[in-house]
Each structure stands twice: as structure tokens, then as C-alpha cells.
T-cell receptor, first 113, second 114 residues
């Protein structure tokens, strides 16, 4: 089982839809959870960061972490064409080999006007 | 402006011709890393560096070399490129490895090896 699994997509939704992106993981040492967004022909950029379990909201974006289920989600409300990008989950632990950031494979989202 | 720069952005070369992709960051970061990104495989770490003169293998180091002689620079060297190294390459840096430290990525280098 891979350390981080992410739905491969692609995903296409109409403008205004609520989008749910998910990742599961197997390493219980992971404490730091991130979502990166990558536009076409660009490098990934940090979108959301959550430490341990719980929710974090930033505008139309909400990140959720459920450590008991080893499951993280990113919700996008009122999706816009400008949200069209590849979204990568990433996570790491505190020490040693676990401190390396481990990425999911990414899912490409397309928001249709 | 805080940034990671990579050069060249695009490169087409032939099998066996040595090449270097440069990477530089202006944020005084300790940790630097090289990734390759391939369809269906995601981002895979090639090499990383914890500090000057400290480098280590990532998940896919075969066929690559790196050096870290200065804190800001972390070049990626392909001594004898092969077609299976055709990929999109990203350099990244962060203050420290993992632990929630944001990784800043360069714009990418698209390499084609014929």
C-alpha cells in the first residue's frame, strides 16, 4: 500500500459546484497536512496547511483532517474557472524519514464556465 | 521577491550528452530538493540537501548527481542522459525539511532526451 493515495481523476465540474478532493494515508506518524495547487506550466504552490486533526477554512477553501481514519479532504465552495488546476495533497511527520514531505499523485480539476 | 529560479526552462538534448539544470533560491533556506513529475506517477524526489555539502538520495536517484557548494544553489547534473529521464523537473526549497515547513517550488524544467 502506498503511503499516500489520491484519486487520480481528472475531475470536471460546472462553475459554482462544491468540489471535494480527498487523500488517504497509511503512516500514523504524519502530523502535518498540506494541499498544494499547481497551475499548468507552473510549479506547485502551497494552498492550505493543517496541523494534526481538525478543520481549517480560508475563503472558499476548507481543509479537513481525520487522523483516526487517516483521511484528509479539501473542499472548494462556489468553484470558479480560475480553480482549474492540479491539486496535490502532501504530508509529513516530525522526525527522521517521516519528516520528508510525501505527496499524493495529484488530481486535475477543470471547472467549466 | 522571494523565489526559486531554474534554468533552462525547456531543454531538448540527445542521449549521453551531459547536462546541468541550475537551481537558485534567495530565501536563505537550509533544505533544497529536486523532484521529477511524470503523468500517473506524481512528484518523486530525486535528491535532497539538508545544508551546504550535505546531500542525500531521494526515491529515484539513479542517473542523477547533485552538489551543494553554496547555500543558495543546488544544481542537478545528468552525466549521461537517457530517454527515460524525459520529464518535468522541479527544484524546491524550504526553511527546514517537513514538519509543516512550506516548500517553495521553481517554475520547472521540461527536459526531453532523444
Amino acid at each position: 500500500q502506498k503511503e499516500v493515495e489520491q484519486d487520480p481523476g481528472p475531475l470536471s465540474v460546472p462553475e459554482g459546484a462544491i468540489v471535494s478532493l480527498n487523500c488517504t494515508y497509511s503512516n500514523s506518524a504524519f502530523q502535518y497536512f498540506m494541499w498544494y495547487r499547481q497551475y499548468s506550466r507552473k510549479g506547485p504552490e502551497l494552498l492550505m496547511y493543517t496541523y494534526s486533526s481538525g478543520n481549517k477554512e480560508d475563503g472558499r477553501f476548507t481543509a479537513q483532517v481525520d487522523k483516526s481514519s487517516k483521511y484528509i479532504s479539501l473542499f472548494i465552495r462556489d468553484s470558479q474557472p480560475s480553480d482549474s488546476a492540479t491539486y496535490l495533497c502532501a504530508m509529513s511527520g516530525n522526525t527522521g524519514a517521516n519528516s520528508k514531505l510525501t505527496f499524493g499523485k495529484g488530481i486535475t480539476l477543470s471547472v467549466r464556465p | 521577491e522571494a523565489q526559486v529560479t531554474q534554468n533552462p526552462r525547456y531543454l531538448i538534448t540527445v542521449t549521453g550528452k551531459k547536462l546541468t539544470v541550475t537551481c537558485s533560491q534567495n530565501m536563505n533556506h537550509e533544505y533544497m530538493s529536486w523532484y521529477r513529475q511524470d503523468p500517473g506517477l506524481g512528484l518523486r524526489q530525486i535528491y535532497y540537501s539538508m545544508n551546504v555539502e550535505v546531500t542525500d538520495k531521494g526515491d529515484v536517484p539513479e542517473g542523477y548527481k547533485v552538489s551543494r557548494k553554496e547555500k543558495r544553489n543546488f544544481p542537478l547534473i545528468l552525466e549521461s542522459p537517457s530517454p527515460n529521464q524525459t520529464s518535468l523537473y522541479f527544484c524546491a526549497s524550504s526553511l527546514l525539511p517537513g514538519q509543516g515547513n512550506e516548500q517553495f517550488f521553481g517554475p520547472g524544467t521540461r527536459l526531453t532526451v532523444l
